[in-house]
């Protein structure tokens, strides 16, 4: 393993920032850390750098435990969101700070400068101040400098945090490839789960100051093993009273349960769209609002009120249409245990025709 | 390894040398000084504090401190308006011109008001026709203490009217006001901050000023002898108890300025 | 009503601070070039200007380096804990309240002859109260929260963001202050040892207090002015008074332009 963490604790004042954290990372992987702001995962990454240190646990690396170095001896690439670029050193100055610290021979110096640039797509760039970049070159600075040392290990705090939207999908298909390319060994910070099911290749949700859940995003899409995680990703409805749906009455045999119905569990549609219609309810359409490449409709079943999306291609839904409903599973949860639970009537059809 | 070590050694000694310097300039001599006042008991301090002439000092340089922080809020005020709000040949010129007194010596300043306001001068004939003398009275002191503090209203202002949204104001003239009545209702409240710390700095500075004052004042005792230079005869004349009583007694008045000016300042930042 | 403003201001200036400055140099040419150079080269001015010169290197040398050191542990240090950092800042601007004369009389009252210390540091042959090191002490008491006000905006400003960056490079503090963080604080401490100068030539009442003043021995400039005035000597007080009103003023030009050429 290349990077182990083992029981770490960090206190702020009165506040517990990460508690008990324990997780394995293997060479050349790729982590994505996920969760809302003030959750913990920048807390961690800064421990990782020795920026700050940890109350209580371990940190390994191949093995080895470097509580005790400090951030200038882990061999720590470091990405910081606002790019910590030395404002007054041009480009070539910025990325070669790190060589010359390490009194790497001149000449050696300019050729990784040369190599570091090409491989960022900044040349003719090389005498420019930061000022005079925009953020994604800024950004793509800092990817250099972090990089030229030949680090064992990247470490990246929501490096697309303060860049445009646009310039952010290119920039994060960039990284990918270029991680890829280099095969070193990669965390990152981010909110947003796009860039964590986009760049990563498995994913950790840390939520106050806990790893949740740790998989590749799809094994956390389909799994999650807590209520957290599953309303996390993606958008999901809240349904206390998930037994008054039709198919999931079995849920009353547990009291207190609880119901995250995911908007692409959910199908809603005139009858003659229903192929399993007798596992479909009623419902009645509350609002439709269109989002450029579909419908989002919210119904009315019952009590509860659900959301879904729906394809343009389909016949166009208006508020107070009568519709068919049908909710293909649920994710149950309560204080003891959690699962997915399909909807019975689906299997129970007596003429499945399965297309 | 070594670079670490090295490392330690070096952070170590400039810590703690740094902190030593800190401690014995600044933290010894004012617990010294006030340890001193109180060498000899209580009752001492309170002794020298009430001598007449002693109490009489503080009285006068209170009074005049305060007609001079009156004068300079209100020129102040102008003054710091005028330059950020209009645009003129020359304003950046006398924009320098306010960090003058900040910039001359003290003795110096005291030596132009003396030119400036003598009998012989232009100003002290005049004063004189009106029948009022200047050197040597009231009136110089308060012209040396105005000239030392009139950067302090101007430049404590000034900010709070860079930070001022054009749109407060064009929204007041939108629902009816006047230019007078954004004024006073819009403008000057957004002032006030900087108006009171700038006077309280600048009274402050009056109580506590030497240079300027001694060589304009006169120096007469219970008529024209401020407190600082009170404290200076005391010293001259070997009595150091009476000088540090006095001295206590400004310092103290000093450090509370100082810490409501604080106080004021962290409570708009905060906001 | 614009007007009125515009011209009442400048009445205000040309009065209160044209005037004066006018006034002094007026005064020293009172008996022509000769009484002006005569006032400046006699040998107690001389002496004088010497002393004030001292004085200004030693303090600006003194307070600039513990000045800077002393702003990087109040903004960065991560050895002192929040609550003595917010005393120890508060102190910092101590001596901005603190009457000049006050000061001097604090370092007689702590090391003057008549005390433990003085009297010690007396026998061992080291004046330090009606001598220059009184002087200089006085003065780096009064001129200490300068620089310091100066350096630490700036240091708070930028973060400690691009000092990590730099340690996570290998770099160590002294390969990280002087790389990093000294071009970036550079400017503020130029402002801080020009103010720092300016109130070191412009000191009057601590050094008159701690000095006594003697003739040719502890007299700074501003002190002789004082004398000079005292003495009725007036041209020849107006002299050096306008040697030191050019001083201050063209350091102030300097700042001045220093800022606006880093503004463009």
């Not at chain 1, 394809?311 to 994710?331: C, N, Q, W």
């Not at chain 2, 409240?189 to 009056?206: D, K």
């Not at chain 3, 200004?56 to 991560?78: D, E, P, Q, S």
């Not at chain 3, 002190?223 to 008074?241: G, I, K, M, Q, W």
Request: hydrophobic share 50%; aromatic share 10%.
């Amino acid at each position: 393993m290349h990077v182990e963490v083992r029981g770490l604790n960090k206190k702020f004042g009165d506040f517990q920032a990460v508690r008990n954290v324990e997780f394995a990372i293997g060479k050349g992987q790729l982590i994505g850390l996920l969760g809302p702001s003030g959750g913990g995962k920048t807390s961690i990454l800064r421990m990782l750098a020795g920026l700050e240190k940890p109350d209580t646990g371990d940190i390994l690396f191949h093995g080895r435990r470097v509580n005790d170095l400090p951030p200038q001896e882990r061999g720590i690439g470091f990405v910081f969101q606002n790019y910590a670029l030395f404002k007054h050193m041009t480009v070539a100055q910025n990325i070669a700070f790190g060589l010359e610290v390490k009194k790497w021979p001149k000449p050696k110096i300019k050729e990784r400068i040369a190599e570091l640039v090409e491989l960022t797509g900044l040349a003719g760039f090389e005498k420019r101040y930061p000022h005079q970049l925009s953020g994604g070159q800024r950004q793509r600075v800092a990817f250099a400098r972090a990089l030229a040392p030949e680090p064992q290990l990247l470490l990246l705090d929501e490096p697309f945090a303060a860049i445009d939207a646009k310039i952010r999908h290119e920039l994060r298909s960039w990284l990918r490839e270029m991680i890829d390319r280099l095969g070193i060994t990669s965390i990152f910070v981010t909110h947003d789960q796009d860039e964590a099911i986009e760049v990563a290749d498995e994913i950790m949700i840390i939520n106050k100051g806990q790893v949740e859940q740790k998989g590749t995003p799809w094994e956390i899409y389909q799994n999650p093993q807590t209520p957290f995680v599953a309303s996390f990703i993606g958008e999901s409805t809240v349904v206390e009273n998930i037994a008054s749906l039709r198919g999931f009455e079995d849920a009353a045999s547990w009291p207190g349960t609880r119901a995250l119905i995911r908007p692409e569990y959910v199908e809603v549609g005139q009858e003659n769209e229903f192929i399993l219609l007798s596992a479909t309810e009623r419902g009645r359409v509350s609002h439709v609002h269109f989002r450029g490449s579909e419908w989002l409709v919210e119904v009315q079943v019952g009590q509860i009120k659900l959301v879904t999306y729906r394809s343009l291609e389909k016949s166009v839904l208006k508020p107070g249409d009568e519709v068919r409903v049908l909710v293909h599973r649920a994710y149950l949860f309560n204080d003891n245990d959690n699962w997915v639970m399909e909807n019975k009537l689906k299997q129970e059809d007596p003429l499945p025709v399965h297309i | 390894m070594t670079n670490m070590l090295q490392n330690r050694w070096w952070s170590w000694g400039f810590r703690s040398a740094v902190l030593l310097y800190f401690v014995l300039l600044i933290v010894f001599p004012i617990v010294g000084i006030y340890g001193q006042s109180l060498s000899n008991g209580w009752s001492a301090l309170v002794a020298n504090l009430t001598e007449p002439i002693a109490w009489k000092a503080v009285i006068l340089t209170a009074k005049l401190a305060l007609v001079a922080t009156v004068v300079n809020a209100l020129i102040g005020t102008m003054a710091g308006w005028v330059l950020i709000r209009y645009r003129f040949p020359g304003r950046s010129l006398l924009n320098s011109m306010v960090d003058l007194p900040f910039a001359l010596p003290t003795a110096v300043v005291g030596l132009m008001m003396l030119l400036l306001l003598g009998p012989r001068s232009e100003i002290g004939k005049w004063a004189d026709s009106l029948g009022y003398t200047i050197l040597f009275h009231e009136p110089a002191i308060v012209v040396a203490m105005v000239f030392v503090t009139f950067p302090f209203v101007i430049r404590a202002v000034q900010p709070l009217l860079e930070e001022l949204d054009a749109s407060e104001e064009e929204a007041a003239y939108t629902l009816g006001a006047s230019k007078a009545k954004t004024f006073f209702r819009v403008i000057l409240p957004a002032m006030a901050p900087g108006i009171v710390s700038g006077s309280m700095l600048a009274f402050s500075r009056a109580l506590a000023e030497f240079g300027a004052v001694v060589l304009v004042a006169g120096n007469i005792p219970g008529r024209t002898l401020v407190a600082s230079v009170y404290i200076f005869g005391q010293i001259e004349s070997d009595n150091p108890a009476g000088a540090a009583a006095v001295s206590v007694l400004l310092l103290t008045f000093s450090f509370i300025v100082l810490w409501i000016v604080n106080v004021v300042q962290t409570r708009r930042t905060g906001r | 009503m614009k007007a009125l403003w515009i011209t009442l201001t400048f009445i205000v200036f040309a009065v209160l601070l044209g005037a004066p400055v006018v006034r002094i140099a007026y005064g020293a040419w009172d008996e022509g070039w000769s009484g002006f150079s005569e006032g400046l080269t006699r040998p107690e001015a001389v002496h004088a200007l010497m002393m004030t010169g001292l004085i200004v290197v030693i303090v600006t040398l003194i307070n600039g380096l513990f000045g800077v050191m002393l702003a990087l542990y109040l903004v960065r240090a991560k050895w002192l804990g929040p609550q003595v950092k917010r005393i120890m800042n508060s102190i910092v601007d101590l001596p901005f309240a603190v009457s000049p004369v006050i000061g001097g009389l604090m370092i007689v009252l702590l090391l003057g002859p008549d005390t433990a210390l003085g009297s010690l540091l007396d026998q061992a042959g080291v004046k330090i109260v009606y001598a220059l090191p009184g002087m200089v002490i006085a003065t780096l008491f009064v001129t200490f929260p300068l620089i310091i006000r100066e350096v630490m905006p700036v240091l708070q400003e930028i973060g400690d963001q691009q000092e990590e960056a730099a340690h996570l490079l290998g770099a160590y503090g002294w390969t990280t202050f002087w790389r990093v963080t000294w071009p970036s604080i550079r400017w503020s401490v130029v402002y801080g040892v020009v103010l720092t100068v300016a109130r070191t030539l412009g000191e009057f009442g601590a050094v008159l207090v701690v000095s006594g003043n003697i003739l040719f021995k502890t007299q700074t400039a501003t002190t002789l002015v004082y004398e000079d005035v005292e003495n009725f000597n007036l041209t020849a007080a107006n002299a050096v008074a306008l040697v030191l009103a050019a001083c201050s003023v063209g350091l102030l030009l300097f700042m001045e332009w220093a800022k606006s050429r880093r503004a463009s």
